[in-house]
């Protein structure tokens, strides 16, 4: 775990989280604080239980729901899952079926839709290649999510 307390909050609600199955997710938190930098920070990597990639969908939404309510006992009102593969197998069920029984006011926001938003600007040839554990190239939630935005990229992925 990391903290960050560089810059202190201004609305006193709390750290935001950062989860990842492991450290990867440290090249995402490193760019928040790099946007954000008056926030402090709570990375959570489970390191114990990592990779998520090969795991079932059941699996990865438990150990990521757990990871979850973790940072959310920690005082973070917000969490972002800087891994894929949760993104991709775990982030909607909890949007939609926990965070309502859980506390409504609390967020958890994924990788894969804001990445999606903004991979065509980084295309000239309108080709993106998508390098990325089992679980997530199989979920297609990376097809998905750039479809809806650029139509016509092509995207080819590996896990």
């Known amino acids: 775990m990391i903290h ?5 909050i201004n609305t006193g609600t709390g ?8 450290y990867g997710g440290l090249t995402v938190l490193k760019e ?16 114990s ?15 990521t729901l757990q990871c979850v309510q973790w940072l959310f006992s920690q005082e973070c009102p917000l969490v972002i899952l800087a891994c894929n593969t949760a993104s991709a197998k775990a ?13 409504a006011t609390k967020r958890v926001l994924g990788v894969i839709r804001p ?3 903004i991979i065509g600007q980084y295309t000239k040839n309108k080709k993106v290649g998508i ?7 199989q979920s297609q939630s990376y097809v998905i999510e750039i479809e809806k935005f650029y139509p016509g990229v ?6």
């Open 4 to 8: 960050s307390s560089a810059n202190p």
């Open 15 to 22: 750290a935001i989280g950062v989860f990842d199955s492991g």
């Open 32 to 47: 928040i604080v790099r946007k954000l930098p008056q926030y402090d920070y709570i990375y959570l990597g489970d390191n």
């Open 49 to 63: 239980r990592s990779p998520y990639g090969n795991r079932s969908f059941e699996t990865v939404y438990h150990y």
């Open 91 to 103: 982030l909607r069920t909890i949007q939609q079926n926990d965070l309502p029984k859980i506390d």
């Open 115 to 117: 990445t999606s938003e």
């Open 131 to 137: 390098l990325a554990t089992k679980g997530t190239v």
């Open 154 to 159: 092509q995207i080819i992925q590996e896990a």
